[in-house]
C-alpha cells in the first residue's frame, strides 16, 4: 500500500526550462512534506519542506506547492540545471511518539537536464 | 555540518551468513533510522530507534534486527542473509521534532551471494 506515490519513474527537461515532479499521498493525517534529492552512490540530501498550513514554500530556484484538497505537492525548478539531474524523493512525516516522527518515501523521479 | 557516516561503502556476503552494518553520527541526534533502497521502490524503513536502547519496527523488519548501546551508533543486523536482502542500506539520523529533516549517509551496498 503505497502511501506516497510519485507516478513519473522519469522526466527529460532541457537546461533552462522548469521541471516540474509530482508526487500524490493518500493519508490526509499527512501534514508536512520534504524533498529529497539523491546522486548516484551518495545519500539523499534534503532539498525543501512544506507545512500543511501553507500552500506554498520557496528557496532560490525551488519552489514547493501543496494542494491539501488533491493531496498533491509538486517541486518546481526553475530554470533547471545540469547539475540538478539526480533522483528526487518526496517524502512524508509522521509523528510516531511525542516528538519522534518518520518519513514514508515516495519511489523517486529521475530528473535528465540536457543541455 | 552533520555527518553521518556508514562504515562499509560495499560489502559482499554469503546466504546464511549474520552481517553487522554500522552507523554512526556526530550530532548528538536523538533519532536514527535505517532504510532500504530498491529499484522501483523508493526508499522503505527498515527499523528506526528514538532513544538509545529504544526500537521500533518500521515497514519491512522481518529478517533484520537492530541495536543501539550508544547514542551516536545504530547497527543493523541481517541475522541470516538471504539473496532477497542484496540491497542499497542507508542509515540516517535527525533531531527531535516534525520539522527536523533527517540526514543521510552514503549508502551500503550490500551483495548477498
Known amino acids: 500500500d503505497q502511501q506516497v506515490k510519485q507516478n513519473s519513474p522519469s522526466l527529460s527537461v532541457q537546461e533552462g526550462r522548469i521541471s516540474i515532479l509530482n508526487c500524490d499521498y493518500t493519508n490526509s493525517m499527512f501534514d508536512y512534506f520534504l524533498w529529497y534529492k539523491k546522486y548516484p552512490a551518495e545519500g539523499p540530501t534534503f532539498l525543501i519542506s512544506?507545512?500543511?498550513?501553507?500552500d506554498k514554500n520557496e528557496d532560490g530556484r525551488f519552489t514547493v506547492f501543496l494542494n491539501k484538497s488533491a493531496k498533491h505537492l509538486s517541486l518546481h525548478i526553475v530554470p533547471s540545471q545540469p547539475g540538478d539531474s539526480a533522483v528526487y524523493f518526496c517524502?512524508?512525516?509522521?509523528?510516531?511518539?511525542?516528538?519522534?516522527?518518520?518519513?514514508?518515501f515516495g519511489t523517486g523521479t529521475r530528473l535528465q537536464v540536457t543541455l | 555540518d552533520v555527518k553521518v557516516t556508514q562504515s562499509s561503502r560495499y560489502l559482499v556476503k554469503r546466504t546464511g551468513e549474520k552481517v553487522f552494518l554500522e552507523c554512526v553520527q556526530d550530532?548528538?541526534?536523538?533519532?536514527m533510522f535505517w532504510y532500504r533502497q530498491d529499484p522501483g521502490l523508493g526508499l522503505r524503513l527498515i527499523y528506526f530507534s528514538y532513544d538509545v536502547k529504544m526500537k521500533e519496527k518500521g515497514d519491512i523488519p522481518e529478517g533484520y534486527s537492530v541495536s543501539r548501546e550508544k547514542k551516536e551508533r545504530f547497527s543493523l543486523i541481517l541475522e541470516s542473509a538471504s539473496t532477497n536482502q542484496t540491497s542499497m542500506y542507508l542509515c540516517a539520523s535527525s533531531e527531535e521534532g516534525l520539522r527536523q529533516p533527517q540526514h543521510f549517509g552514503d549508502g551500503t551496498r550490500l551483495s548477498i551471494l
Open positions: 512544506i507545512s500543511s498550513i501553507k
Open positions: 550530532m548528538d541526534h536523538e533519532n
Open positions: 517524502a512524508s512525516k509522521t509523528l510516531f511518539t511525542g516528538t519522534a516522527s518518520k518519513l514514508t
